[in-house]
């Protein structure tokens, strides 16, 4: 069965740091891409960041760029979001997904398995 289970969200002041992890039991996990989505309320899905599962190239939304950072551990099957400089507009459910040998994207409709979702809230 796969699953996706996302956790490190919580609360946390603006302009500070939290760091996400998604276990997964896709298998091989080294064979998925894996993104990062997010959904704040009244809002649809959009992307934050992903990293390919081959070259391990990794992509951005570009007003996350130089605040986030992606990466993964093929080893624990765990692909990471570290977010810095936290604001409130970052308030929303993140979730992780996953895309089996797909090149980069930023389409929701690309991914074939999704976590639960974890929530993070950024106060001013």
């Known amino acids: 069965q796969v699953r996706l289970v996302e956790s490190g969200g919580g609360l946390v002041q603006a302009g500070g740091s939290l760091r996400l992890s998604c276990a997964a039991s896709?298998?091989?996990?080294?064979?998925?891409?894996m993104g990062w989505f997010r959904q704040a309320p009244g809002t649809e899905r959009e992307f934050v960041a992903g990293?390919?599962?081959?070259?391990?190239?990794?992509y951005y939304a570009d007003s996350m760029k130089g605040r986030f950072t992606v990466s993964r551990d093929n080893a624990k099957n765990t692909v990471y979001l570290q977010m810095n400089t936290l604001k409130p507009e970052d308030t929303a459910v993140y979730y992780c997904?996953?895309?089996?040998?797909?090149?980069?994207?930023?389409?929701?409709?690309?991914?074939?398995?999704w976590g639960q979702g974890t929530q993070v809230t950024v106060s001013s």
């Open positions: 896709v298998f091989p996990f080294s064979s998925y891409t």
């Open positions: 997904a996953a895309r089996y040998l797909g090149a980069r994207s930023t389409s929701e409709n690309d991914y074939v398995y």
């Open positions: 990293i390919t599962w081959t070259a391990y190239i990794t």
